[in-house]
């Protein structure tokens, strides 16, 4: 599967932005989905993942009440809505695939990754 995030921009802190990822194949509906976020100097970070049907997602803690994600298999896309920014949301956003029985917040689950799309958040 081919995936392409797109969605992001400059955001003043408090203020939304919606990712999107659309992917290729025929097969997006068998994987279970994750965007993953990498900040300046720091690590990969799983923020939000959804199972193949939608039915389960699971959010960082850091995110949790503010990041809400969603798919739409018809479309072949992902979405992630974020809101209440905040600077240290900054980062480059990836949307992933993995397959799985369960939701995983290890980046190194996820074998099929889109481009990334730079998220800023000003203070």
């Known amino acids: 599967v081919q995936l392409q995030a797109s969605g992001g921009g400059l955001v003043q802190a408090g203020g939304s932005l919606r990712l999107s990822c659309a992917a290729s194949?025929?097969?997006?509906?068998?994987?279970?989905m994750g965007w993953i976020r990498q900040a300046p100097g720091k690590e990969r970070e799983v923020v939000a993942a959804i199972s193949w049907n939608g039915g389960t997602t699971d959010y960082a803690d850091s995110v949790k009440g503010r990041f809400a994600v969603s798919r739409d298999n018809a479309k072949n896309t992902v979405y992630l809505q974020m809101n209440s920014l905040k600077p240290e949301d900054t980062a480059v956003y990836y949307c992933?695939?993995?397959?799985?029985?369960?939701?995983?917040?290890?980046?190194?689950?996820?074998?099929?990754w889109g481009q990334g799309t730079l998220v800023t958040v000003s203070s």
């Open positions: 992933a695939a993995t397959r799985g029985s369960s939701l995983s917040r290890y980046p190194t689950a996820y074998y099929y």
């Open positions: 194949g025929r097969t997006f509906s068998s994987y279970n």
